[in-house]
């Protein structure tokens, strides 16, 4: 399992391809020929590994655009997403 | 007996406004036997009219799923238009699309098909796939409307070994689902259908991975990395507001009631 330390800034692959499928999310992996369902917290999280954002400005930047969620409430859950997202193999 | 029945294999091809191609060929021998022919495969030679019938089925399938094709892809699905909302009808073989898909017709719906949907990546529509139903003989037993047809001989109804060849214009004119994007997926598991026969709602997004392998696995196109992404995101683009369900129960007839009273909500 991937060390959330070790992940900094997170960047996503370029090569996926992220889609709305009814009240969820598909990522699909074509190199590895994998899809991955995502709910709508994870589909953003995905959407701040630009590379641009450490991972309490993504907790923080969910928190803003969702008002009543406190960002270090949610610190654990976009750590948790990460985590997997690098055990997939879906960021740089 | 053997005029009748070449009759009725010929209406068992459902219209379509495709030009018609020769590539398949079913000639009597003069021993009385029946010689099946299709593109760069050997003859079937002394076979049955029904096993001529058959293979040819299964070859026109065969080819359609492997061939270059366009640009349009395949889905083993079956597909209905209900209340003119689209559903996908994803599962296994022997799940119970083809009696689902039938049931769906004979209560006054439109069809896709029972086990082929095209997909046009361009427009991200599905549409009808002119071809036979093909229903086994068990499944007729609730559905007295087509098996009088096939008992009958009706013009597009065939009886095969152990099964039907049932044109879906043998039971509606105007058999074809109008090509658009599907309203709901409904996912049919052969196992794991306990409970009362209905539909319940299940995830949006395992559907559409479900339907994305059907396409793939299938598939041998759009193997190319970039086309093949490129379908598979046209695909996913086509279930943006897609609905999914999963079927309960055994009993088709149940099922397709619920899926049509949840269409017209």
Request: charge should be negative.
């Given at each position: 399992m991937t060390s959330v330390n070790a992940i900094g800034r997170p960047v996503a692959?370029?090569?996926?391809?992220?889609?709305?499928?009814?009240?969820?999310?598909?990522?699909?992996?074509a190199a590895r020929e994998r899809a991955h369902v995502l709910n709508l917290t994870a589909a953003v999280i995905w959407t701040y590994c630009d590379g641009e954002h450490e991972r309490a400005?993504?907790?923080?930047?969910?928190?803003r655009e969702a008002p009543g969620i406190d960002a270090h409430n949610i610190r654990g859950d976009v750590d948790d997403v990460l985590r997997r997202f690098a055990d997939e193999g879906l960021l740089r | 007996m053997a005029a009748r029945a070449l009759q009725a294999m010929y209406h068992a091809a459902p219209t379509t406004t495709a030009p018609p191609t020769l590539r398949y060929g079913l000639h009597r021998s003069r021993a009385g036997s029946y010689v099946a022919a299709s593109p760069e495969r050997p003859l079937l030679m002394d076979a049955s009219l029904t096993e001529a019938w058959a293979y040819?089925?299964?070859?026109?399938?065969?080819d359609l799923l492997n061939g270059p094709g366009g640009v349009d892809v395949f889905l083993h699905a079956a597909g209905a238009e209900v209340a003119q909302r689209l559903v996908l009808i994803v599962g296994d073989s022997g799940a119970g699309k083809s009696t689902l898909v039938a049931h769906l017709m004979v209560r006054g719906h439109r069809m896709l098909g029972d086990d082929l949907v095209r997909f046009a990546p361009q427009n991200c529509r599905f549409s009808a796939v002119g071809r036979s139903m093909k229903l086994d003989v068990n499944t007729l037993k609730d559905m007295p409307l087509i098996a009088s047809q096939c008992a009958s001989a009706a013009v597009g109804t065939l009886l095969a070994a152990g099964c039907y060849y049932v044109s879906p214009a043998a039971i509606r004119r105007d058999w074809q689902a109008q090509p658009r994007k599907p309203w709901a997926v409904v996912l049919l598991d052969a196992g794991a259908r306990d409970g009362p026969a209905g539909i319940a709602r299940s995830s949006d997004g395992e559907a559409g991975v479900y339907v994305t392998q059907k396409v793939l696995s299938r598939e041998r196109g759009v193997e190319v990395g970039a086309v093949r992404t490129e379908v598979v995101s046209r695909l996913l683009e086509s279930l943006a507001e897609v609905a999914a369900y999963r079927a309960t129960g055994h009993d088709p007839?149940?099922?397709?009631?619920?899926?049509?009273?949840?269409?017209?909500?």
């Open positions: 692959r370029a090569d996926l391809v992220l889609r709305r499928v009814g009240s969820e999310w598909v990522l699909y992996d400005s993504i907790a923080e930047a969910i928190a | 040819l089925e299964w070859r026109a399938t065969e007839a149940t099922i397709a009631e619920a899926l049509e009273k949840e269409a017209l909500r």
